[in-house]
């Protein structure tokens, strides 16, 4: 656990397009059609695997093949480049800069929903969504439809890497999509992984850093090291006091 010393504005990487997404794929980006095995342990691969199907930790990840053409999925996140802005330590999913901290800690834009309504700040969130710099928060609030939808901001001062998200094969029964997996899980060795799942503890509603379009609504609108697996250490930012955690959503 390392404190972030002096809050930082995050900047948009030079050159890069106006309305880009990092995270997001594009219409002509796809998964890959791949016939998964199991070898003589037990283990989930691709019969074709290639190196780059797994990270550095030696999990699964869902191929993808495309170009990136055609515009952009806000809604979505592509596998290997929610995985690249999660880790050592989570960085801007827009511009895969910094994110933006201040003296309550790092910034997060979610989606809204019958969820997040019942929530009592603080309290500890699970999520596969990374933090943002402002920028990139505002262009996110303008294209992505679910954050049209409704949303919500926080500032977190305390972040765990916990595990993955995808789907969970087994030899004698179908495929589990869409499951949670944590790192201390044997089945770590049977999960085609599609994203970097995170803890955010004691994250704090942030009401003033975007604007309110509607009074009374919902948020509405048209560093650290890392800890990677097997690393117990957590993320801080901001003001390196202690912060108690309501239970996780």
């Not at 199907?53 to 999925?73: I, K, N």
């Not at 999520?127 to 402002?134: D, E, G, S, Y």
């Amino acid at each position: 656990m390392q404190p972030l010393p002096h809050p930082v504005s995050a900047r948009n990487t030079p050159g890069r397009a106006e309305t880009r997404l990092f995270i997001a794929p594009y219409v002509d980006e796809a998964v890959c059609d791949t016939e998964v095995v199991f070898d003589a342990d037990g283990r989930v691969r691709f019969a074709d695997e290639l190196p780059t199907d797994r990270c550095v930790d030696g999990y699964l990840w869902q191929r993808w093949q495309g170009t990136q053409t055609g515009g952009q999925r806000w809604a979505e996140h592509l596998p290997v480049r929610q995985r690249d802005v999660m880790r050592h330590p989570p960085r801007c999913g827009g511009c895969t800069g910094e994110a933006d901290v201040d003296a309550r800690g790092m910034f997060w834009l979610l989606n809204a929903d019958a969820r997040t309504a019942q929530l009592t700040f603080p309290c500890d969130i699970v999520t596969a969504t990374p933090p943002m710099c402002l920028d990139d928060a505002r262009k996110a609030q303008r294209f992505c439809p679910e954050l049209q939808e409704g949303f919500i901001a926080l500032r977190v001062r305390e972040a765990e890497l916990i595990g993955v998200q995808g789907t969970v094969y087994s030899p004698t029964g179908p495929p589990q999509a869409d499951q949670l997996v944590q790192f201390d899980d044997s089945r770590m060795d049977r999960v085609v992984a599609r994203q970097m799942v995170i803890k955010l503890y004691g994250a704090q509603r942030d009401t003033t850093t975007l604007a309110v379009a509607r009074p009374g609504d919902e948020h509405r609108c048209p560093h650290a090291r890392g800890a990677g697996r097997g690393d117990s250490s957590r993320i801080l930012w901001g003001d390196a006091r202690s912060v108690t955690s309501t239970p996780a959503q």
